[in-house]
C-alpha cells in the first residue's frame, strides 16, 4: 500500500544563509523564503495534500535582533496583502498555531481577517506556525484543560490532542526541514510522535517543486510501522 501524505510541516530553514551566500542581507533572504513558501503552497495542493503547516516564527526567534525581527514582520505583512487574492483563487483556507498576541497589532488583524475571508475554502488547509513553541504549545494545553476542571481519569491520548493549536487536523505524515540541520527545533513536539522525518541540505529559497517530489517520493519508500512488526503491516495490507 502506497504512503499518502494527508498532512505535510515544513521547518524552513536557511533564509539567511541563502541571502549572506549572495551578499544580501538577511531579510532578502526572508523576502525569497515567502516566495518559496508560497510556490510550495500551490504544489502541496496540486499534489493531494489536505494540510500544510509552515514553521514561519518560533517563540524563539524573538532573541534575533530587532531589525531583523521587525523587517520579518513587515514582509508578512506585505505577503499578506499580495497573496490574499492568490489564497483565495487556490481555495487555500488559513489557519495559524502559536500565541498571536505577542505580534504586532496591524499583523493581527490582517492574519485575522485573512483567516475569516479563507474560512469556507476548502483546496488546501494552510497552517503557519507564528510565535509558536511546541513546549509553549504543551503548557498552554495543560492551562486549557485545568480551566476545564476536567477529572483527571478523563485526561487521555485521546482527547488531550483536542486542546492543542492543531486540533483542527491529523498529525502530519511527513516533516521537512531544509537547511542541513538534523532537529525539529521546538516544532509540533507531540504531533511529530509517528511522522516520518525528511532532512535536506536545500536552503529553503531553493526548495522548489523538484525538492519537494524529492520528499514525497522519499516518504512513499519508507514503511510505516506505528510500532507494530513488519509481518503485522504485511497483514493489514493483505487482509
Known sequence: MENRIVHLAIIMDGNGRWAQGRGLSRLKGHEAGTRAARNIVEAAKNRGISYLTLYAFSSENWKR????VQGLFAILEGFI???????????????????????????????????????GNG?????????????????????????????????????LPGFLDTSF???????????????????LLWQL????????????????????????????SRQRRFGMTPEQIQGKDNP
Request: proline share 5%.
Open 169 to 187: 487536523m491529523p498529525d502530519p505524515d511527513l516533516l521537512v526541514r531544509t537547511g542541513g540541520e538534523w532537529r525539529i527545533s521546538n516544532f
Open 65 to 68: 535582533p530587532t531589525e531583523e
Open 123 to 159: 483546496g488546501i488547509h494552510l497552517a503557519v506556525a507564528l510565535n509558536y513553541g511546541g513546549r509553549d504549545e504543551l503548557v498552554r494545553t495543560v492551562r486549557k484543560i485545568v480551566a476545564t476542571k476536567a477529572a483527571p481519569e478523563s485526561i487521555t491520548e485521546e482527547s
Open 81 to 119: 496583502d499580495r497573496e490574499v487574492g492568490k489564497l483565495m483563487e487556490n481555495g487555500v483556507c488559513l489557519h495559524t498555531i502559536g500565541d498571536l498576541s505577542k505580534l504586532p497589532v496591524m499583523l493581527q488583524r490582517k492574519i485575522n481577517e485573512t483567516k475569516e475571508k479563507t474560512r
Open 193 to 220: 510522535a509517528y511522522t516520518e522525518i525528511f532532512f535536506t541540505d536545500t536552503l529553503w529559497p531553493d526548495f522548489d517543486e523538484k525538492a519537494l517530489d524529492g520528499a514525497i517520493a522519499w516518504f512513499r
